[in-house]
C-alpha cells in the first residue's frame, strides 16, 4: 500500500493560490504517495500569534490539532505556517502538559513540502523539467526557524533545463512578516523594493520560494517595478514536466 | 501606533541621502563581522555564542551574588560602588561628587548607560561642562543628536555632514579630509583631558572576582578619560557583571568580531581601583556606579530575562532590514534596532511606544548574529503578548485597536468553524482593501478555492 500523506494547504494557498496546493498534490502523488485533504483545516493562527493575540491563536491551534490528530504525516506548502506549527504551539501551550504532548506528537508529522521530498521522501530528482533560468527566495521562517536552506537548491539542481542564480544579498526578508505589511506600510514596501531589485539584478525570469506570502510580496514589488519576472512556488517548479 | 513614530520612519525612508549613508556604513561593518567569524577564521565561533549565552545565564540568574562579589572586590582595591536606582540617582551622585571635589570640567568616553539617563544635560543644567571624547560622540553631542547607533554613533555622518558641524560649532573653516577633521577633533579633545578634574566612562565588562571595569575602545579615549582626571567614575548597567575574568577570554573573543569584524579592539583596558602607592598614573579615586533603572524589573519572567545579556555589539543593527532603513533616530528611545526594539518597552513600559514590539518583519536575523544568542524575535512576541493584555485590561486605545481585537476574535471563530469559515474566507478576500489588493498583486483572485478544486478531483 501507498503511504499516505495529509495536506495543509494554509489559508493563503486555499484562497489566493490554488494552483500551488495542486501542485504539490501532483508531485506527491508522482513519488507514489495518496494524498488526503483533511476538510475541516483552516490556519494554523499565526497571524493571531504574531500580533500578541494568544487567546484567539490558541483556539485555532486546538482546532489545527483535533484537525491533524489522526493523520500520519503532514505536508505545507510553507515554511512559515510550519514554523508556526513546529516552534511556536509549544509556547501556546506551555502550561497545558496534556495539550504540549498532542503538539509534541504534531510537531514528529508535520514537514514543509521541500524538507518532506528531501528529509522523509528522500528523494532530490523528482523528474521535472522546467527550461528557465529562475533564482530563489529563502523565506525567513524557513530558513531561519527550520534551518531549511540547501535542501530546496538540490531539489532545484536536479531540475532539467533549470539554471539556478542566487540572490546577492542572500537570505534578506522580503518585507512581508504578515500585519506587519499593513502596519509598517511604507517600510514593508521599501522591503519589497530592495528585495525586487536583488531579484532583477540575477537576470533571472522567474523568483521561486517555499512562502506563498512571500511571493505576494515579491509580486507586488516586481509588478511596481515593472519587472517581467514570474513568481513561482517551489511545488510548482517540481511538479512541471 | 504613535504619530511621531510613524513620522520619523516616514521621514527616514524618504531621505534618500540617509538611506544610502545607513546603508553603506551598517554595511561595512555587517560584512566585517561576517569575514571575522567565518569557519575558516574561527571555527569555534558557534561553540563561543554557546559559551557565552550559557555564562550570561548564569550571571543574570545570580546576579545578586555577583554584583555583591564585585562590590566587594573593587573595594578591597580602594574603589567605591554606589548603587543607583534610577537616572536621578546617577546624576545626584555624580553632581555632588562633582561639587565636593569643586570639579567643573568632565571628560565621558562612549557609555549608553548614561544617554539612557540623560546625563550631559542633567550635568549642563548644572553647570557643569561635560564633553564627549569619543570621535563619533564627540560630533554628535557638537550637533545636539543622540547617538544613531550603538557602535557608531555619528553612523549617519559622512564628511561632509561632519564638516558642516565643525564649521558652525567649532568656528573654523570647512575642512573636509578625514584625517584633518580627526586631528582636529583631538587637539580640542586633548586639552580637555588635560584640564578635566573628573572622567566619565561605561563599562563593557564589571568583573566580579577581580572587582575589575573593563573597557573595550579603539581610539584610546577611554584610557584617558579614565587615567587622566583625578577622578574616574564608571557608570555600568547591573547586568554587565560576568563571574570571573577567564571568562573575558570568550567575550572579548565575540565583542570586536560582532561589533566592527576586529579580532580584537585596539585598546583593552582593566581598570581596578584608584592610583596606589608607586603607581605614576591612574585617577586618585575610583568609583563605580551600578545603574538600575528598569533592569531589575526584567527579572522575574525567564523568557524576557534573556534581554539582559545584550553586550552592547551592534551586530543586530547592522544585519536588520528594519535598521538599516530607519535607522536609529526613529527609535523612541536610546537603544535603537532589534535590541532597543525589545529593550525600550521592558525598561520604559509597553505602553511607552506600543506600536515597537510590532515594526519587525520577525525575520530572526538578529538572533542569528548575537553572539549571546538573544531570541530577540522570541522576546519581540512575549512583547506584543504583553501589549494586547494591557490594552484590555486597561482599556487602553482607541477605535482601531478594539476592531483589531474584535477581528482576531471573529477570525478565530471563523477558524473553529470550518463551514462557516469556507463560506466567510472569499468573503474576506474580496473585503481586503484595493489598495491592498493592488499591492499583493491579488486585485483578481482565483475563481475557485483550493478546496473546490479539490473536491471536483
Known amino acids: 500500500m501507498a503511504d499516505r500523506v495529509s495536506l495543509f494547504v494554509t489559508c493563503v494557498v486555499d484562497q489566493l493560490f490554488p494552483n500551488i496546493g495542486l501542485a504539490m498534490t501532483t508531485v506527491l502523488e508522482r513519488l507514489g504517495y495518496t494524498v488526503d485533504f483533511p476538510e475541516s483545516q483552516t490556519c494554523c493562527g499565526q497571524p493571531a500569534f504574531n500580533n500578541g493575540y494568544w487567546a484567539e491563536a490558541r483556539t485555532i491551534a486546538r482546532h489545527f490539532l483535533d484537525t491533524f490528530e489522526t493523520c500520519g504525516r503532514i505536508v505545507v506548502p510553507s515554511g512559515s505556517c510550519t514554523a508556526m506549527v513546529v516552534n511556536h504551539f509549544v509556547e501556546l501551550f506551555r502550561k497545558e502538559p496534556e495539550t504540549l504532548a498532542r503538539v509534541d506528537s504534531l510537531r514528529q508529522r508535520i514537514w514543509e513540502f521541500s524538507a518532506f521530498l528531501t528529509d522523509v521522501a528522500g528523494v532530490e530528482d523528482v523528474g521535472a523539467r522546467f527550461e528557465e533560468v529562475v533564482t530563489f527566495h529563502d523565506g525567513c521562517h524557513a530558513l531561519r526557524e527550520l534551518g531549511i536552506g540547501s535542501g530546496p537548491r538540490r531539489l532545484l539542481a536536479r531540475v532539467r533545463g533549470l539554471e539556478l542564480r542566487e540572490l546577492a544579498p542572500a537570505g534578506e526578508c522580503c518585507g512581508f512578516g504578515g500585519t506587519f505589511s499593513v502596519k509598517f506600510e511604507e517600510l514593508s514596501t521599501a522591503m519589497a523594493a530592495a528585495k525586487a531589485d536583488a531579484i532583477m539584478r540575477t537576470g533571472a525570469n522567474a523568483v521561486v520560494s517555499l512562502d506563498p506570502s512571500c511571493l505576494m510580496q515579491i509580486r507586488g514589488a516586481l509588478a511596481r517595478a515593472g519587472a517581467p519576472v514570474r513568481i513561482l512556488h517551489l511545488a510548482e517548479v517540481l511538479a512541471s514536466a | ?457
Open chain 2, 1 to 457: 501606533m504613535s504619530l511621531e513614530f510613524d513620522r520619523k520612519i516616514h521621514e527616514a525612508l524618504s531621505n534618500q541621502k540617509l538611506q544610502l549613508k545607513i546603508y553603506a556604513n551598517t554595511g561595512r561593518m555587517k560584512e566585517g563581522r561576517e569575514a571575522s567569524v567565518a569557519p575558516d577564521v574561527l571555527p569555534d565561533y558557534q561553540e563561543l555564542r554557546s559559551q557565552a549565552n550559557a555564562l550570561k545565564r548564569h550571571a543574570i540568574d545570580h546576579l545578586d551574588h555577583y554584583l555583591e562579589e564585585f562590590e566587594r572586590n573593587a573595594e578591597a582595591r580602594g574603589g567605591k560602588v554606589f548603587w543607583a536606582k534610577d537616572a536621578t540617582e546617577v546624576a545626584d551622585f555624580i553632581l555632588s561628587l562633582a561639587r565636593e571635589r569643586e570639579a567643573r570640567l568632565i571628560v565621558k568616553s562612549k557609555s549608553m548607560t548614561t544617554e539612557e539617563v540623560d546625563l550631559n544635560e542633567r550635568l549642563e543644567h548644572h553647570g557643569l561642562e561635560a564633553v564627549e571624547t569619543d570621535l563619533g560622540e564627540y560630533i554628535m553631542q557638537l550637533a545636539g543628536e543622540r547617538p544613531f547607533h550603538i557602535v557608531g554613533p555619528a553612523l549617519h555622518k559622512d564628511r561632509y555632514d561632519v564638516a558642516d558641524i565643525f564649521e558652525k560649532h567649532l568656528g573654523i573653516g570647512r575642512e573636509t579630509v578625514i584625517e584633518n577633521q580627526a586631528a582636529i577633533a583631538r587637539a580640542r579633545l586633548r586639552a580637555k583631558f588635560l584640564a578635566a578634574d573628573l572622567g566619565i566612562s561605561g563599562a563593557n565588562f564589571l568583573v566580579a572576582d577581580s572587582g575589575a571595569v573593563v573597557l573595550v575602545e579603539n581610539e584610546g579615549n577611554a584610557r584617558l578619560t579614565t587615567t587622566a582626571p583625578r577622578i574616574h567614575v564608571a557608570v555600568a548597567g547591573i547586568e554587565k557583571v560576568i563571574p570571573r575574568a577567564q571568562d573575558l577570554a570568550v567575550f572579548l573573543k565575540l565583542l570586536a568580531r560582532s561589533a566592527t569584524g576586529q579580532a580584537l579592539s585596539v585598546y583593552t583596558s582593566f581598570l581596578s581601583g584608584p592610583r596606589r602607592r608607586g603607581e605614576i598614573d591612574g585617577p586618585e579615586e575610583f568609583y563605580v556606579v551600578l545603574v538600575d533603572n528598569g533592569r531589575t524589573r526584567l527579572l522575574p519572567d525567564r523568557g524576557k530575562r534573556q534581554s539582559l545579556y545584550c553586550i552592547r555589539c551592534g551586530a543586530c543593527l547592522n544585519t536588520c532590514p528594519v535598521y538599516r532603513r530607519i535607522g536609529g533616530h526613529s527609535f523612541p528611545w536610546v537603544y535603537a534596532g532589534p535590541i532597543g526594539a525589545i529593550l525600550t518597552p521592558q525598561f520604559l513600559g509597553t505602553a511607552h511606544e506600543p506600536a515597537l514590539p510590532f515594526a519587525s518583519s520577525l525575520c530572526g536575523a538578529c538572533a542569528e548574529v548575537c553572539p549571546v544568542k538573544i531570541d530577540i524575535p522570541k522576546v519581540l512576541l512575549e512583547l506584543r503578548h504583553e501589549v494586547r493584555r494591557s490594552e484590555a485590561r486597561e482599556k487602553r486605545g482607541g477605535a482601531a485597536v478594539r476592531l483589531e481585537r474584535l477581528a482576531f476574535r471573529v477570525f478565530a471563530w471563523l477558524a473553529t468553524h470550518p463551514r462557516a469559515y469556507r463560506l466567510a474566507a472569499p468573503l474576506g478576500v474580496a473585503l481586503l482593501p484595493a489598495r491592498l489588493r493592488e499591492r499583493f498583486g491579488i486585485d483578481e483572485p482565483p475563481a475557485r478555492s483550493f478546496r473546490q478544486l479539490w473536491s471536483r478531483r
